[in-house]
């Protein structure tokens, strides 16, 4: 009885954190992979190993959401390296820039702004989804990067300057 | 505070503009994230907290003092009683005989039992008619060095007294004590005086007598003599010289034999307690003692282990950090890419 109430318990605390943190985690895989179809598949093998893994978060070390974009950021380097490995193989060098005309990372968008986040690298992309669109803290945003904050303040800095400059030159052209 | 106002105010629109826009999860995702169910609580080890990692090691820290306190309480019980065992004091003769007398225990904590001082020493007399060689010693514990000196004179006078004299006298003080040993001759027929007298002067720790008869001997040399001057009675000229050499040293080797054989050698050692000796430690101390001693003997096993282990470990966390780091950079270097 006791058991079948933990279980019932722990299924709904991950379906709630699931809920409430899903449109974060897809927002800063869209970020990070700078391809939406592919941010679905990682979104969904993320939380499928979120589902996997629940019984190892704990919230005294930090946020579900905190943990999640950690989950989906080991997730999207495994897709990288697996996509690297591919593209090695089959001896095709130039990442390919996707050519769609549909907007990437967000409706309503200015395509400069667009192009600007497109032309950032994933490093430079991932901590402006972290800090920007996400809202996380300086101290949250660093321990899904590994770095330390002032790493990660510096490294904002620097790619909104860049984002910054890119939209200028875009709208310029 | 916004996540930008560390960076720079000049961003607020582009902020604005990004979060007003930002990616929606599509409906087909969000299904088919709701469908997930993790499983059920698993019987794994929860990782323990730091809270629980200090109360493990305080824990174990007063674990070793208790085994430590346990250890002394339970040797210095040990201890008091191997203390109260009295030892005995060996008395031989170089014949061979083997007589064990208890009397002044050297590990006794308290002075010989009140005996008489004919029943504490030696009732090994040297035997009337015989020519024997008589030799003692005797190992006294005085209260301190003024009593180990008003000892020593009265061992003198006695020796004296007794128609002997002092051969030696070595005399010694320390700032913890003192020690003297005197090495007395007496007339065979007194030395059971002597050493009656001699045993009164402090408590007794050892004694040790030995009689060896030589009349034998003696006979033999008076016979070996006789013969000598027999021989140089009748002696050529050139041969006298060579008997009457020999016949010097055998009466001076003959003297000497009388001489032991006469005057007893008793070799007397006064001492004093040594200050730590004096008064036994409490159990108390020695509780502390031991227990000090098994925390040293922990200390050393843990340095031990540390010693052994400590470049094991560091060399383990270094190639962690390196492969972390190593990890980081690999990562920094594939996001720079993608």
């Excluded at chain 2, 990004?18 to 999860?25: E, H, K, Q, W």
């Excluded at chain 2, 005996?115 to 005797?138: C, I, K, V």
């Excluded at chain 2, 006294?140 to 030696?168: E, F, P, Q």
């Excluded at chain 2, 060579?242 to 005057?263: D, P």
Aim: glycine content about 8%.
């Amino acid at each position: 009885m006791g058991k079948r109430r933990r279980i019932d318990a722990v299924k709904t605390e991950f379906a709630e954190a699931a809920e409430r943190h899903l449109d974060d985690v897809h927002a800063y895989l869209v970020y990070l992979t700078g391809d939406r179809g592919t941010a679905e598949e990682l979104a969904a093998e993320t939380f499928a190993r979120a589902c996997e893994r629940w019984h190892r978060f704990d919230p005294r070390r930090g946020g579900a959401r905190t943990w999640l974009c950690q989950l989906a950021r080991s997730t999207a380097l495994d897709h990288f390296r697996a996509e690297e490995r591919r593209r090695r193989r089959e001896g095709r060098y130039a990442v390919s820039v996707p050519a769609s005309e549909e907007q990437v990372f967000g409706e309503g968008l200015s395509p400069a702004l667009e192009a600007a986040l497109s032309r950032l690298s994933a490093a430079e992309r991932e901590v402006v989804a972290l800090r920007i669109v996400l809202e996380l803290d300086g101290e949250a945003a660093a321990r899904v990067l590994g770095i330390s904050a002032t790493a990660c303040s510096t490294r904002l800095s620097r790619a909104l300057q860049k984002l910054e400059k890119e939209v200028s030159a875009g709208v310029a052209a | 505070m916004s996540p930008l106002e560390l960076v720079d105010d000049r961003f607020d629109k582009l902020a604005e503009e990004l979060r007003a826009s930002r990616p929606v999860a599509p409906v087909a995702l969000r299904a088919q994230v709701r469908a997930l169910a993790p499983p059920g609580p698993r019987g794994t080890f929860p990782r323990p907290s730091r809270r629980v990692v200090f109360a493990l090691a305080g824990a174990a820290l007063l674990a070793s003092f208790v085994a430590a306190g346990v250890t002394g309480l339970s040797g210095s019980s040990t201890k008091q009683q191997s203390a109260v065992k009295p030892k005995s004091v060996k008395t031989t003769t170089e014949h061979g005989d083997a007589v064990r007398q208890g009397v002044g225990g050297v590990a006794l904590k308290t002075p010989a039992p009140n005996l008489g001082p004919l029943q504490r020493t030696s009732d090994l007399a040297p035997t009337a008619g015989r020519l024997q060689r008589y030799q003692a010693t005797l190992r006294l514990r005085v209260k301190d060095v003024d009593a180990m000196s008003s000892a020593a004179k009265r061992a003198m006078n006695v020796t004296h007294g007794l128609g002997g004299y002092v051969a030696s006298v070595q005399y010694a003080t320390r700032s913890k004590g003192g020690g003297a040993t005197l090495v007395l001759r007496v007339p065979v027929g007194n030395v059971q005086t002597a050493l009656t007298e001699l045993a009164s002067l402090g408590t007794i720790l050892q004694q040790h007598t030995g009689i060896l008869d030589v009349t034998r001997r003696v006979d033999r040399e008076a016979l070996q003599i006789a013969e000598l001057e027999r021989q140089l009675a009748h002696a050529s000229p050139s041969e006298a010289p060579v008997i009457r050499a020999k016949l010097a040293t055998l009466r001076a080797k003959h003297a000497r034999l009388l001489k032991s054989a006469r005057l007893a050698r008793i070799t007397l050692g006064l001492t004093t307690p040594a200050k730590q000796a004096a008064t036994a430690p409490s159990r108390f101390d020695r509780t502390v003692d031991d227990a000090g001693s098994v925390l040293l003997r922990e200390l050393e096993i843990l340095l031990y282990a540390l010693v052994v282990a400590g470049p094991l470990l560091l060399l383990g966390a270094a190639g962690i950090a390196a492969a972390k780091a190593q990890r980081r950079r690999s990562d920094a270097r594939l996001l720079e890419r993608a």
